[in-house]
């Protein structure tokens, strides 16, 4: 698939749209610009983390930048028509408008806000030696999401190795933990680290229920990165679950699993669920085992109900 088009790739595009001098509702023109801009039906499908369309977000991305350059207004609710800023930016610029394009001029100031005058609508061009640096090619969203997951990448990293730095029992305990963060245990279930003398190949124990009619044995290997977990480990766990005539289990591991062990994992009756060291880290993550939240943030948007 190609690269899709970024959200300042739409401007001109719209303008485009919007040179008929007719209203237009935003639908409308994103539809015709993604039209104009070659969108492929997969780039069309893509979302981002929101839920939304990424080609639709990035073209409303770029109305709401060339309303706040004065090159559109808004004359109701989700409907644009170009203005004669509008006209003159298209002007010089047929082909493509970047947000630099919209930084060099008098009516947007170096913080992206516009600064309105009364008395002419055309644009006057400053000088561009003075309009910083391109931002990166993403709307502000995807830009915030792009930095949530690099943070998140970061922290998975970070766990892995603090484990790693520990005992194997604290992995131990930690993976029960986990464990009973995601649900398993039930309201009255417990969780038990065996001993280390006699674990016979399980390292925890959850009961499902008070009575332990309904049990998950644990098997936790604390492996650097490079060291995957055979095929032959997952054929120990499996053996010492029929010792205790169980018939599912959970195998986690820091590193990965080998081609091999998946495979056998797949193939057997037992119900065995094989968790490597990304998703360790990303399943501590989410349920908050080992992390705090350091900052919320919230992305806010005008309430157009409001001004109806």
């Known amino acids: 698939m190609t690269t899709a088009p970024t959200w300042d790739q739409y401007m001109a595009p719209s303008l485009r749209v919007l040179s008929d001098g007719e209203v237009h509702r935003a639908r409308q023109i994103v539809e015709q610009a993604a039209d104009e801009l070659s969108l492929t039906p997969e780039q069309r499908e893509v979302v981002i983390p929101s839920g939304k369309q990424q080609f639709h977000n990035r073209g409303l991305w770029a109305l709401s930048y060339l309303a706040r350059a004065n090159a559109v207004e808004r004359p109701s609710r989700g409907q644009y028509r170009i203005t004669d800023a509008g006209r003159a930016l298209l002007s010089r610029h047929p082909q493509e408008i970047t947000e630099r394009d919209l930084r060099s001029l008098s009516e947007y100031d170096g913080f992206g806000r516009p600064r309105r ?131 599912q289990g959970v195998f986690i591991t820091t590193s990965r699993f080998s081609r091999s062990a998946v495979d056998y994992a797949d193939s057997i009756g037992t119900r065995v669920i094989l968790i490597d060291g990304k998703r360790l880290a990303k399943l501590m993550i989410r349920y908050g085992v080992g992390v705090q939240v350091k900052q919320r943030l919230e992305i806010i948007e005008i309430d157009e109900d409001f001004f109806e």
């Open 117 to 247: 005058t009364t008395n002419s609508p055309a644009l006057i061009p400053v000088d561009s030696d003075t309009a910083p640096d391109d931002a990166p090619n993403l709307d502000p969203v995807e830009m915030i999401a792009q930095g949530m997951a690099q943070i998140v990448d970061d922290v998975s990293d970070q766990l892995l190795q603090r484990i790693l730095a520990n005992e194997p029992v604290f992995f131990e305990q930690a993976v029960l933990d986990l464990l009973m963060a995601m649900g398993y245990g039930g309201a009255e279930g417990t969780a038990t680290r065996t001993a280390l003398s006699n674990d016979g190949g399980i390292d925890g124990i959850i009961d499902q229920d008070a009575l332990g009619l309904s049990r998950i044995y644990v098997q936790a290997k604390r492996y650097s990165a490079d060291n995957a977990v055979g095929r032959e480990a997952i054929q120990a766990f499996v053996g010492a679950l029929a010792g205790n005539q169980a018939n």
